[in-house]
């Protein structure tokens, strides 16, 4: 869906093509089993474009995004992240560069030093930091929690 810049001839929509495809990848294995992204909890790693658009796409849809992180660690926010909350996020990471514990000190969510969102109970779990990132403890953990579906957008 994304690849090269549009310079390049890559998509219009490059942007968001990632985070979007990866949700709506989500989405149809969730059909699969007759279920929607209505009311799940998710957590997504990373804040950059993926993440963003992902956190975008599931805000759309009727999900509820409760993590991000960055490579020094996580922010939990158990009351979701809204719109609102996107938008200062974007601001954050793609006009001042900030760091995602910066979070805290502007909304009611907790940081997680060094963490990364998978300890946190989720419907569903969406890796849009790195590749392969989740790892076989990682996996064990979000099933114990409850999670039925992970979608990577790395």
């Keep these: 869906m994304t690849g090269k810049g549009i310079n390049w001839g890559g998509s219009l929509i490059r942007p968001e093509a990632t985070g979007y495809g990866c949700v709506y990848f989500a989405e149809q294995m969730l059909e ?3 279920d929607s992204f209505k009311g ?6 990373g804040s950059g474009n993926v993440a963003q658009y992902a956190t ?3 805000i759309e849809l009727g999900g509820k995004v409760v993590t991000l992180s960055d490579s020094s660690g996580s922010i939990y926010d158990e009351n979701g992240i809204d719109t609102e909350k996107l938008q200062w996020i974007m601001d954050l990471k793609n006009n001042r560069r900030g760091r995602i514990k910066e979070y805290v000190d502007n909304f009611d969510a907790k940081y997680l ?3 990364r969102p998978w300890n946190i109970a989720c419907d569903v779990a969406l890796p849009c930091a790195t590749q392969n990132e989740i790892n076989k403890n990682d996996a064990e953990k979000l099933i114990k929690n409850g999670c039925v579906c992970i979608a990577e957008g790395a």
């Design 32 to 34: 699969t089993k007759g």
């Design 40 to 45: 799940k909890v998710v957590a997504i790693s």
């Design 56 to 58: 975008e796409k599931v």
């Design 113 to 115: 030093a060094s963490k």
